[in-house]
């Protein structure tokens, strides 16, 4: 009895403890839901893993919905009791899918095939800047490329805040571009991420690109990708040019301008399969007349002419995911400059008269393959090859330079993800080949060069508020040695619209001394190499660190859109080497002994003042000092600050196409240091500084249908003229002739006017 009162109370006791444990638990088990994620795609449209915005997603008979954001994700609620999903989208089939667990799913939606034809027009920005990626990246397309008189890929940039675009010498006409304030050199320029410009073709490469060429160009500031190589120190412009696929079947551009410069542009595009498309796109140009407006009995502008032909192939399999390009090129360019007087056929190698001509042929071959898996659109992989022969003979009064470059390029990436696409890598090998063949009057500098490389690139996205890409490379180079180059980039959304970018990376690259700076030949200077025993030219690899911060705001002003963007960056060179032109009887080339260090900072401001009606603002300040031999300098023939603003309007388009466009740029270009020229003769002197000065481009576009158009503009309408741009040009061949100390304009206002004729 006694025994069963006492079971009988430890069964109380434990149904006791049974009831307040579930009640103690009961809020945990009540509200134990969790959330479950996924990632809606287009499985006609997997480009760049980008996924389907504005998707809807419930559960069946319930009323959990979420909706997918920019990059195709959702997070909705789950409990264990829900086990079918339902997603659907405008315009495409309504899916329903069973659920099995929490891990993340991606799941590939597919239009349907019955619904009536919907086209949604909208305007694309001219200049679209990236609010996804990690990299502080913009695109610039064609839109914004047609807004000034751009014939080649150099002169592309006038309309663009962040890249610099001044002239190289007083002879050429070349625009040299910047970026962060470091010269094109330093930064990574490719075409359809295949490096392009670069070694011999530094100086004039961009020029050898029309502007009609271009499809779009995404430049990226900092550190770039270890992907694309090792070279990339302050950022990478990369020129995607157009396809035959989608590109005019006929299209033909004409221009002419004041300085006596004509240019005809043609494409021709044909279907010739199901599969194949092809492509011939030709360019030329042609400058014959001479002009001398400041009176110094120098040509103002070289006598030029191009020829530029390329033969485009493009594959497209889309149901099996394969896509390449194949591409031949031919370039041959010439230019003569100098005196006014100057006859090559009885001057050339005299003291006769002053002159130079550059006579330059390259030809070009590539190809590029691509396989996107068509069940896994995450994963895919590309093969890059490509071959380049550039051949300059050029001299410069007595001064002879020829080169002769030979380089081979090819890339193998592979990517895919790390359990779901919030988890991306790329990895892949690359190897390259250059060889060099160079005569600096009777002395020859030959090297080869070859490297081989492996890199992986790790991408983390919480599809959230943050993201990052990190990536390492490693390099084995028969001159530069074995090295790592290290690139990490972090994107943090702290707000609405507020995106916060971070950036570092290392660099290394070989210089080229003579081809980087081929205007120093055009003078009187002695050339000095400091020979410490490396391998290039007896001088060491250049090493540097790029570092960066940015910050970017979108805002509604009066019911109008806009963005504000703040970037600092900092590039600190390990190793440079500096080229001193401070004695103007010598330039010297030699290793960096101390500090060299550009600072960088930028606030842009876009609007929409109304419709239609935009304004792109910029101001830039530089601090770029390096310790030469003599003492800490300012970099020379950089302006420490500089102010942008552009307006462009533009009509609403008719029924048969037809509009007008305007644009208007203005430049501010603050003081600039000039090389010490104390040493001269008084009449050969400079002042220590340059007086700022202010530049405006103009253009009015008529388009008469989607088939015709005309274009009229002008260039430096505020008719600036650099005073005495060459020293010594009353005595060419006297110890104090120089022709690179240039930073205005020479030959002052110009204007131009073309046409664009295309059938689709």
């Known amino acids: 009895m006694i025994n069963s009162l006492v079971i009988n109370l430890k069964s109380i006791q434990m149904k006791k403890y049974i009831i307040n444990s579930v009640l103690l638990f009961m809020p945990f088990l009540l509200f134990s839901q969790t959330t479950f994620k996924g990632m809606i795609m287009d499985k006609n449209n997997p480009k760049d893993n980008l996924g389907v915005e504005g998707a809807t997603v419930h559960w069946l008979n319930t009323n959990v919905s979420a909706i997918t954001n920019a990059k195709g994700w959702f997070t909705i609620d789950y409990t264990s009791s829900y086990k079918k999903l339902v997603v659907s989208y405008i315009g495409y089939k309504t899916d329903t899918i069973t659920i099995n667990s929490i891990k993340p799913i991606h799941h590939f939606i597919t239009p349907e095939t019955d619904l009536a034809e919907i086209t949604v027009k909208s305007k694309r920005k001219s200049i679209q800047r990236s609010f996804l990626s990690t990299v502080n990246a913009f695109t610039v397309n064609q839109e914004e490329l047609l807004k000034a008189a751009c014939c080649n890929l150099a002169e592309s940039f006038e309309t663009n805040p962040s890249i610099d675009v001044s002239f190289s010498d007083a002879l050429t006409g070349t625009r040299q571009i910047e970026m962060l304030g470091l010269q094109s050199p330093y930064l990574l320029i490719t075409q359809e991420n295949i490096p392009s410009v670069r070694g011999a073709s530094q100086v004039f490469g961009m020029t050898f690109t029309p502007g009609t060429w271009v499809e779009s160009i995404q430049i990226s500031k900092g550190a770039g990708s270890v992907v694309n190589g090792f070279e990339s120190i302050s950022g990478q412009i990369n020129a995607e040019l157009v396809k035959p696929l989608t590109d005019n079947k006929l299209f033909v551009n004409a221009f002419a301008s004041q300085m006596g410069r004509l240019e005809l542009n043609t494409h021709f595009n044909k279907k010739v399969s199901d599969k194949w498309q092809i492509g011939l796109y030709v360019h030329g140009n042609y400058r014959g007349q001479k002009f001398d407006r400041n009176n110094d009995d120098f040509l103002d502008n070289p006598l030029a002419n191009q020829i530029n032909v390329m033969n485009r192939w493009q594959f497209t399999d889309a149901e099996k995911g394969w896509v390449s390009f194949i591409n031949v090129r031919f370039m041959n360019d010439e230019k003569q400059t100098g005196e006014i007087d100057f006859n090559p056929d009885v001057d050339k190698g005299t003291t006769n008269n002053w002159g130079s001509e550059i006579d330059t042929k390259r030809f070009d071959a590539s190809a590029k393959l691509g396989y996107v898996f068509p069940e896994l659109p995450y994963q895919s992989f590309g093969f890059q090859m490509a071959y380049s022969n550039h051949q300059q003979d050029s001299y410069f009064g007595l001064n002879v330079y020829d080169i002769q470059h030979e380089s081979v390029y090819s890339n193998l990436i592979f990517n895919s993800i790390i359990g779901d696409t919030r988890n991306k890598f790329k990895t892949g090998l690359s190897f390259t080949y250059d060889k060099y063949d160079e005569l600096v009057n009777t002395t020859n500098f030959n090297r080869n060069e070859n490297s081989l490389g492996a890199f992986f690139e790790y ?93 970017s705001q979108k805002f509604n002003l009066f019911e109008n859109k ?194 664009r004729f295309k059938i689709k």
């Open 459 to 551: 991408a983390f996205d919480n599809l959230d508020n943050f993201s990052l890409t990190a990536g390492l490379r490693v390099d084995t180079h028969n001159l530069l040695g074995t090295f790592i180059t290290p690139r990490l980039h972090i994107r943090y959304v702290p707000w609405e619209k507020g995106v916060f970018r971070a950036s570092a990376g290392r660099g290394k690259r070989s210089a080229n001394i003579f081809a980087e700076n081929q205007q120093l030949f055009a003078s009187s200077r002695q050339i000095s190499i400091n020979d410490v025993g490396g391998n290039i030219y007896g001088l060491n690899p250049e090493i540097a660190w790029n570092y960066g911060v940015s910050y």
């Open 562 to 755: 806009g963005d504000v963007t703040f970037d600092f960056y900092q590039t600190n060179f390990q190793n440079q080497v500096v080229v001193d032109w401070e004695n103007p009887q010598e330039v010297s080339f030699y290793d960096l002994d101390g500090k060299s260090i550009a600072n960088s900072f930028q606030v842009e401001v876009n609007y929409n003042l109304t419709k239609n009606f935009n304004l792109r603002t910029a101001y830039k300040y530089f601090d770029i000092t390096t310790d030469y031999n003599s003492e800490n300098l300012q970099k020379p023939i950089q302006p420490r600050d500089r102010f942008f603003a552009n307006l462009s309007y533009e009509t609403e388009v008719d029924e048969n196409g037809s509009q007008w466009r305007f644009d208007v740029t203005f430049n501010n270009i603050g003081e600039q240091r000039l090389p010490n020229t104390s040493s001269n003769p008084v009449q050969y002197q400079l002042p220590e500084f340059s007086n700022p000065f202010q530049l405006l481009n103009s253009q009015v576009t008529k388009v008469f249908s989607d088939k015709f158009e005309v274009y009229v503009g002008g260039e430096n309408l505020t008719n600036v003229q650099q005073k005495n741009p060459i020293l010594g040009s009353d005595n060419p061949f006297g110890s104090n002739f120089d022709t690179t100390i240039v930073y205005a304009p020479i030959f002052g206002r110009s204007v131009y006017a073309g046409l």
